[in-house]
C-alpha cells in the first residue's frame, strides 16, 4: 500500500468498540482510585465518599463497617492527628464483568507526622469490588490487604532537606488550601 508522498503507508486496523469501551472503563476505574487517594491525601471528606456507592462496605482492619463511615472515621483521625499522608498507587489489575468489576491495586501509604515523629509506611493492596450504574464507577466493597509496615526516624522537616525549601515553593496543604485546588494549571 502506497501513502500520499508515495512511501509505505501503515495499515490501520478497523476500530474494535469493544477494546476501546474496556480501556474507558478501566480508566473510569483509575480515576476513581486516584480520586479517593486525593481525598485522602488532602483531606476532603466529601471527595473520598464520592468514590463509594451509599451502601457500600470498607474492611481496613482497624474498621470495618459502612464505607461512608470509615470516610468520616478516617477524616476525624486525620483532624485530630494533623499527619500529612501520601497515598502512592501502583500496579492496578482490573477485571471486567458487565457492571462488576474486581480491581486489586497496589499502595504504598506514607504518613509524617507533623511534630517531627517517627514516618510510618504500610505497603498493601486493596481488593475492591466495583460496580456501575449509569456509567459511573464506584466501589460496592473494599478490603484492605496488609503486605508489609515500617516506621523511620525523622530525618528533618520540610524545610530542612535539600538544602531548604524557598519560601516561594508551593507546599502540599489539605482541602482547599492545597495548590491543586487554585485553579491554575
Known amino acids: 500500500m502506497t501513502g500520499p508522498s508515495g512511501g509505505t503507508a501503515l495499515s490501520v486496523p478497523a476500530v474494535d468498540a469493544a477494546a476501546i469501551a474496556e480501556l474507558m472503563a478501566k480508566q473510569k476505574l483509575y480515576e476513581n482510585l486516584a480520586l479517593y487517594c486525593r481525598g485522602q491525601d488532602r483531606k476532603d ?52 464483568d458487565g457492571d462488576l468489576a474486581q480491581r486489586e491495586s497496589a499502595v504504598v501509604y506514607v504518613m509524617v507526622r507533623p511534630d517531627g515523629g517517627p514516618t510510618d509506611v504500610m505497603g498493601g493492596r486493596y481488593r475492591d469490588l466495583c460496580e456501575r450504574r449509569d456509567g459511573e464507577w464506584k466501589v460496592l466493597r473494599r478490603v484492605v490487604i496488609f503486605d508489609h509496615v515500617a516506621q523511620f526516624a525523622s530525618q528533618g522537616q520540610l524545610g530542612d532537606v535539600f538544602g531548604g525549601i524557598p519560601a516561594t515553593a508551593r507546599v502540599g496543604d489539605v482541602h482547599p488550601k492545597d495548590p491543586i485546588y487554585d485553579g491554575a494549571w
Open 45 to 96: 471528606l466529601e471527595l473520598v465518599k464520592s468514590t463509594f456507592w451509599p451502601e457500600a462496605t470498607d474492611d481496613h482492619g482497624m474498621f470495618v463497617g459502612p464505607a461512608h463511615e470509615f470516610c468520616q472515621w478516617a477524616y476525624e483521625n486525620q483532624k485530630t492527628t494533623r499527619h500529612r499522608s501520601h497515598h502512592y498507587i501502583t500496579n492496578v489489575l482490573i477485571e471486567l
